[in-house]
């Protein structure tokens, strides 16, 4: 344009002035693009930090390349002086429908807007629900979609939550007070919303026991339970061949693991589990047990997922 309209200028000149003439807009877009860029930075999953941070360096090394190595090709190769267009592109009219109703409304009328559209998507977010359910968005024929309706209908559910629950100083879960213990966060676990069963080392304790004792099992409570009673029952799954006793007791007998069945997991189920306190007790599950295993890697990266997108928005 500026040959075009000045042909008396030499090429270098001709850059220097097209270039100020954007110079402005350019580093104002770069600098915005860059911030955008870098609120990525914030949040708690390292994949979307390193993208946010490598991004933000991009657009800063394009935005010095655009005037450093630009106008450098520019100027050992000059463009040639067009003609003025005949036809304006299609899409012209669409600018031009913008820049007059940004001229009728005016810049302080814009900026009010975007402030009350900002404040209304505040007031919404609040109301947002996270679905991450990915067996949802499956075909309804599909034979995983099948597999994980039947899971959840015919048993516990399709989603374990696993916890380790840890014995105080100095004791194991051989001790009735520590077995019961594990048996009140058991019964805490399996009250909460959406858990098909829930299973641990007390549950095979107190099975064992009531088919020694002849009675119905789920009949032996906690209080049932004496010291011998445990013993004995530790002594028949140590010597019984095949029996899993290492997935619900390590050597230590300290660290014992419960595992819940989650009807229809997804990261508003879970977290309900999660929240579930014993009575009188102000520790949620998540803080007086460990959760591990899929789900709780689920829940944790949807969790830092969401919250991080609504702090890199904000």
Not at 49 to 61: H, K, L, S, T
Not at 153 to 164: I, Q
């Amino acid at each position: 344009v500026e040959l075009r309209e000045h042909p008396e200028l030499s090429t270098i000149e001709a850059v220097r002035r097209s270039f100020e003439a954007i110079a402005g807009q350019v580093q104002l877009t770069g600098i915005l693009t860059i911030i955008g860029m870098l609120s990525f930075a914030i949040t708690n999953l390292q994949p979307m930090r390193v993208f946010g941070i490598f991004g933000a360096v991009a657009v800063a090394f394009s935005t010095l390349c655009t005037f450093t190595l630009l106008p450098a090709l520019m100027t050992l190769w000059p463009p040639k002086a067009v003609a003025r267009e005949r036809s304006r592109p299609a899409t012209a009219w669409r600018f031009d429908r913008l820049l007059n109703l940004y001229r009728k409304l005016g810049p302080k009328r814009i900026l009010i807007c975007t402030l009350a559209l900002g404040i209304f998507a505040g007031i919404s977010a609040r109301r947002l629900r996270v679905d991450d359910s990915w067996i949802a968005n499956l075909p309804a024929s599909s034979d995983i979609v099948a597999g994980d309706r039947a899971m959840n209908r015919l048993m516990g559910g399709a989603m374990p939550l696993d916890f380790v629950a840890v014995a105080q100083p100095g004791k194991d879960f051989l001790d009735p007070a520590e077995l019961h213990r594990l048996a009140a966060w058991e019964a805490v676990v399996r009250r909460a919303p959406n858990v098909g069963a829930v299973r641990s080392f007390y549950t095979d304790v107190a099975e064992i026991t009531a088919r020694l004792r002849g009675k119905p099992v789920g009949s032996i409570g906690p209080t049932d339970l004496a010291r011998d009673d445990i013993y004995q029952a530790y002594f028949l799954m140590s010597s019984t061949a095949g029996f899993p006793l290492d997935k619900w007791l390590d050597n230590s007998k300290r660290n014992a693991h419960i595992v819940a069945l989650v009807h229809r997991a997804d990261y508003e189920r879970i977290g309900q589990i999660l929240a579930a306190r014993l009575p009188g007790s102000s520790q949620t599950a998540a803080q007086a047990l460990t959760p591990f295993g899929d789900g709780w890697i689920s829940y944790t990266t949807v969790q830092q997922l969401v919250e991080g997108q609504g702090a890199s928005l904000a």
